[in-house]
């Protein structure tokens, strides 16, 4: 069972807000999630990200993958990207 974090789609049509979970990658994209570690909000003005840092310290540790998507929020939400993720 491989994990990522990845996006999930919330929110009406043509007003999209997402959050940051924590998944089995075989799962569909709005599935059941393991565990909810942030949010993505496109729509404010700036775009509202909220992460908490230390759910997903957790989940790096475990050694989950990381979305392409998930990985520029999270730099823009401060999380120090290491050479060994990167080649996650």
Do not use: C, H, Q
């Not at 994990?3 to 999209?16: E, N």
């Not at 393991?34 to 003005?45: A, F, I, K, Q, R």
């Not at 475990?62 to 050479?83: F, H, M, N, Y």
């Amino acid at each position: 069972m491989a994990v990522k974090l990845r996006l999930t789609r919330l929110g009406s049509k043509k007003r999209p807000f997402y959050r940051i979970v924590a998944i089995n990658s075989e799962t569909r994209r709005d599935g059941k999630a393991l565990e909810v570690v942030g949010y993505y909000n496109p729509m404010t003005e700036p775009p509202e990200v909220k992460i908490d840092l230390d759910k997903v310290k957790k989940w790096v540790e475990i050694g989950v993958e990381i979305s392409p998507t998930v990985r520029s929020l999270l730099k823009k939400a401060g999380w120090p990207e290491t050479s060994n993720e990167a080649t996650n």
